[in-house]
């Protein structure tokens, strides 16, 4: 569904991304592991078209992409939900979810489709009338995500949904997206947090330095020595 190959990208002269290729199936939940820095947002920038590749092909659902603005991306169905959730925080919880539907080609429906997604999040649907600011970080995510599925995914791309949630949280916040996944989306998710990521992964790719350094199934990286030093410390 999704073909990145040999991208190079960054900002300005700065690379950032080297040669990076990676793909996602229809239905798979990949997840892409990486420390401070190695480049995680930036890949994920890179395919919603906010910063160009200067090398290298993204395609997706049989389309070259690379080339298309962040807009046309979108109403192609690959969505992301950015990390730190960019909410609008004095707006409300209903305001900042419905902004998710409001492309073109998602907007018809959109009643039906917001009640779908609040059923799988009872705790947003709780707070529709509340501002966005004033709720916690673990709901602000989940509002997050709730935006992101009003635009229809095809391809969900998460931008480590557990940064700054406690760890009690962190948990829900997995089985929310375990669910998500299993219910038909495909996810490509990327996280610091790897022992939760990888468990739910199909597959699952390691960043460093801007490279692909290793590539497996979330089980088969969960049981790599190197993983479990650099990432899981243990
Ligand atoms: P983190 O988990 O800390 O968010 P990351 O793996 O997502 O890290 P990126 O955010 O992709 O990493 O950043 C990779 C490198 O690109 C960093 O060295 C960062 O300073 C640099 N960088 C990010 N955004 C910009 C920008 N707009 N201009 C210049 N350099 C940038």
Partial sequence: MLKVSDVTAGYGRTVILQDISLRVGRGEVVTIIGSNGAGKTTLLRAISGLVKPTK??????GQRIDRMSPDQIVGSGLIMVPEAR????????RDNVLMGGYHPKVRAGMAERFEEV??????????????????????QQMVA??????AKPKLLMLDEPSLGLAPII??????????ICKSGTTVLLVEQKAFHALKIADRAYVI???QIALENTGAGLLADPHIKTAYLGI
């Fill in 56 to 61: 290298g092909t993204i395609e997706f659902d």
């Fill in 86 to 93: 960019q909410l609008f925080p004095v707006m409300t919880v």
């Fill in 118 to 139: 609040l059923d799988i999040f009872p705790r947003v649907r709780e707070r529709l009338n509340q501002l966005a600011g004033s709720l916690s970080g673990g709901e």
């Fill in 145 to 150: 995500i709730a935006r992101g599925l009003m």
């Fill in 170 to 179: 962190v948990g829900q916040m997995f089985d929310v997206i375990d669910r």
């Fill in 208 to 210: 460093e330095n801007g």
